[in-house]
């Protein structure tokens, strides 16, 4: 079998961010507390995560499709969530919801999103950036 | 005494220096691991995205064919036997060989060699039926060729060339 040596295919969070991300927490793994960073880094949840996931500046989150948090307000600039979150979500920049996710919470996004229509998403979307700026457009 | 640079900050390091290959090792490592990761999370997001996609058609066609579905499934389940049947190895195959028009062209059946069948082959390694192989057909003809294990003869309205284990062949033409 082929070894995948891309991520998934996304189209709004830069490929070059999920490459680079540089803290993982693997399937299997129970992982109770929160993450907090003030540098531009990313975080790959593959097991269970039990807390927040903040980056002060920039950030890329990757809730893989095995991955689960709970009770969590993640907030980052790209958030690319293909499994199961429970929470908040907050996406300075970028928010990639695939086929494969399910969120029970709210997100809000400040630029650009995409839903897969095979998503399920239970709360509230909200677009938080300007928006007479969008319809001058 | 060498120059003093008074910039330079000593300091006791609490961890051995890492070595720049070592440093190496761990981004490979870091990329292995995310690769593996890629690995699982395309095979866990395409099944549970297809199975999404099936029930999502199956819930909104299911309930409009689904009354006409039953009927389906009925028939499926009753000619599957039938079906069975039919491919089973004891049942008669039949090879259908065409003879065009005004031809003394030596035809050979079909790749598939009639089971229980006693051969004979030219040099050539072609089956020859020699009913067909002589004489000049005035018209088309469709004959069909049927082999049978147990060597019992077949009646039949269809023109058909009986072949036994002699290979000595009376046609049986009628006419379309």
Not at chain 2, 42 to 67: L, N
Request: charged share 20%; with cysteine.
């Amino acid at each position: 079998m082929k070894i995948r040596t891309e991520p998934s295919t996304t189209r709004l969070v830069p490929t070059d961010r999920l490459s680079a991300i540089s803290s993982l927490i693997a399937e299997g793994a129970v992982f109770d507390g929160s993450f907090q960073t003030s540098r531009d880094l990313g975080i790959k949840v593959d097991g269970t995560l039990k807390g927040n996931i903040s980056f002060d500046i920039g950030g890329t989150i990757h809730i893989g499709a095995t991955g689960v948090v709970e009770n969590t307000r993640l907030e980052a600039d790209y958030i690319f969530i293909e499994g199961k979150v429970v929470g908040t979500v907050v996406a300075r920049k970028a928010l990639e919801i695939t086929g494969s996710a399910t969120l029970l919470g709210d997100a809000s996004y400040d630029e650009v999103m995409d839903v897969h229509p095979r998503a399920r998403i239970r709360g509230k979307i909200e677009y938080r950036g300007d928006m007479d700026a969008s319809n001058r457009n | 005494m060498g120059p003093k640079f008074s910039n330079v900050q000593q300091t006791t390091h609490a961890h051995p220096r890492t070595n720049f290959s070592q440093l190496m090792d761990t981004n490979s490592l870091r990329e292995a691991a995310l690769q593996a990761s890629w690995q699982r999370d395309h095979q866990v997001a395409r099944r549970r995205t297809i199975w999404r996609w099936a029930m999502f058609w199956g819930w909104k066609y299911g309930r409009k064919f689904g009354i006409a579905l039953v009927p389906v499934a009925i028939i499926c389940y009753l000619a599957t036997p039938l079906w069975l049947a039919m491919f089973s190895p004891n049942v008669v195959s039949k090879q259908i060989v065409a003879v065009p028009a005004n031809s003394t062209v030596l035809v050979s059946p079909p790749v598939a060699k009639a089971r229980g069948l006693q051969e004979s082959e030219d040099e050539t390694g072609m089956i020859l039926v020699p009913a067909l192989t002589l004489g000049t057909a005035s018209d088309h003809r469709l004959k069909v060729l049927q082999a049978e294990p147990s060597g019992q003869q077949q009646n039949s309205s269809n023109q058909r060339l009986r072949a036994t284990s002699n290979i000595q062949t009376s046609p049986k033409e009628s006419s379309p």
